[in-house]
Nanobody
Framework: QVQLVESGGGLVQAGGSLTLSCTASGSIFSLSAMGWYRQAPGKQRELVARFTNAMRTVTGDAVKGRAIISIDNAKNAFLLQMNNLKPEDTAVYYC????????WGQGTQVTVAS
């Protein structure tokens, strides 16, 4: 069973940027439907950005134009770059993929200070 581990979260000032990384225990190319999601306190988990089956990218409405998902082949990871961060981006960010079943990482906290 592939396991996913997120890293790169932390505290950032509004207007800043950060890059999250999701490392897989097996090859990330054994995964389909790779994506990033987030959940803020009291809110439902929502899409941040994901790959389609054709490896195009889709971003959530709340982060459109500010989120970029990509693959880092050398690190066997997929990344999420977030720009122009806002306090409302504060959430736990999860990476996910499918390998027979949906797999989730443990999450990494991102806090954006105003």
């Amino acid at each position: 069973q592939v396991q996913l581990v997120e890293s790169g979260g932390g505290l950032v000032q509004a207007g800043g940027s950060l890059t999250l990384s999701c490392t897989a225990s097996g090859s990330i190319f054994s995964l389909s439907a790779m994506g990033w999601y987030r959940q803020a306190p009291g809110k439902q988990r929502e899409l941040v950005a994901r790959f389609t089956n054709a490896m195009r990218t889709v971003t959530g409405d709340a982060v459109k134009g500010r989120a970029i998902i990509s693959i880092d082949n050398a690190k066997n990871a997929f990344l999420l770059q977030m720009n122009n961060l806002k306090p409302e981006d504060t959430a736990v960010y999860y990476c996910s993929g499918e390998s027979g079943s949906r797999i989730w990482g443990q999450g990494t906290q991102v806090t954006v200070a105003s």
